[in-house]
């Protein structure tokens, strides 16, 4: 991490006693090395959010594909209109068949043929 060889930690250590003083030598060490766990957890946490706000960010973009994908292909509407075409040329359908029977009824003086069987059918 700092590049530090046996010699500069021996000048550290004796720099370190000469200031602190023996005494307190070991509290000062226990400090710096809560100092130092604190940076790196500080460290660690805003990495870590830096990742999840990249994941988040990458959800949120499959979220808005997925989202178009579904609107481009969006099943319902082509549903919905294939019933409709399917309604109208039933309708259409219906109104030919009504017609044609009107006609027939009209060509056959009120009396409706049954073409299956033959017979007639009188109104009452």
Same mark, same amino acid.
Do not use: C, H, Y
């Given at each position: ?25 070991? #509290? ?56 409709? #075409? ?14 044609? #029977? *009107?006609?027939?009824?009209?060509? *056959? ?7 299956? *069987?033959? *017979?007639?059918? #009188?109104?009452?």
């Amino acid at each position: 991490m700092f590049n530090i060889g046996i010699v500069e930690l021996v000048i550290l250590f004796a720099a370190a006693v000469v200031v602190v003083g023996p005494q307190d030598l070991p #509290k000062v060490a226990r400090w710096i090395a809560r100092v130092l766990r604190s940076i790196r957890n500080v460290i660690n946490e805003f990495s870590s959010t830096m990742n999840i706000e990249e994941e988040l960010k990458e959800v949120k973009e499959a979220g808005n594909l997925l989202k178009e994908s579904v609107r481009e292909i969006n099943p319902v509407a082509e549903v919905t209109e294939e019933l409709q #075409k399917l309604k109208q040329a039933t309708q259409a359908d219906l109104k030919i068949l009504t017609d044609l #029977k *009107s006609g027939l009824l009209d060509s *056959s003086g009120g009396q409706d043929k049954n073409p299956i *069987s033959g *017979s007639e059918k #009188k109104e009452t």
